[in-house]
């Protein structure tokens, strides 16, 4: 039953689709032109697809994007504020634990930090963990900046900035009749920007 059931699949799949290996054929008249696609079209890009590339791995739609440089920018704030974030989070936990076992009333427990009073290292336990939230901040924003960025210059691709540009500001006049019958004119500038 179950290779019955193959075998007339596999029939039913064979005899719809034959035409698709069927090679199509098409007579042109003798004055008709084939034309080659030109090789100097700009392909356009989606600019989400460097966007999700970066929000994968960061720099990755730089890299797609072809702005190499960016790359090491990128990953010298992840790596600066990742080790920012690294060395004040072991000095927070650190003093926390020096903070507790000094203020926890049992003789037995001794602070791994006893240069300083309950006060001092209330204070120094509040610092670091400033400095370890705002580097938590800084590695956001560049993780952030890491995306935007990707997408700003996937939808500048194919931004055209050659000299081809022109800005052109010529005179104008209008002259037109009132409600009275009179004639007045009406000076100013026309400025008209050409693309291509």
């Not at 179950?2 to 698709?20: E, G």
């Not at 080790?83 to 634990?97: A, D, P, T, V």
Request: charged share 15%; proline share 5%; hydrophobic share 40%.
């Amino acid at each position: 039953m179950k290779q019955f059931f193959f075998i007339s699949i596999y029939y039913f799949l064979l005899l719809s689709n034959v035409n698709l290996f069927a090679i199509s054929t098409q007579i042109l008249p003798s004055d008709s032109i084939i034309r080659k696609p030109s090789s100097t079209i700009i392909k356009y890009s989606h600019p989400r697809i460097p966007t999700i590339m970066s929000a994968i791995l960061p720099g990755l739609g730089q890299l797609h994007n072809k702005k190499l440089w960016k790359v090491p920018i990128i990953y010298s704030g992840l790596i600066g504020f990742g080790y920012y974030y690294k060395i004040n989070n072991e000095e927070y936990n650190k003093y926390r634990s020096s903070v507790i076992a000094y203020y926890d009333n049992d003789p037995s427990t001794i602070p791994a930090i006893t240069n300083y009073s309950g006060d001092q290292l209330q204070s120094l336990k509040l610092s670091y963990k400033k400095s370890r939230d705002l580097a938590a901040i800084g590695l956001v924003i560049v993780y952030l900046f890491n995306i935007i960025d990707a997408n700003v210059d996937g939808h500048l691709k194919s931004f055209d900035v050659s000299d081809d540009l022109s800005l052109k500001i010529d005179p104008w006049q209008n002259i037109y009749q009132d409600s009275y019958n009179n004639y007045n004119t009406s000076l100013g500038l026309s400025i008209k920007l050409n693309f291509k």
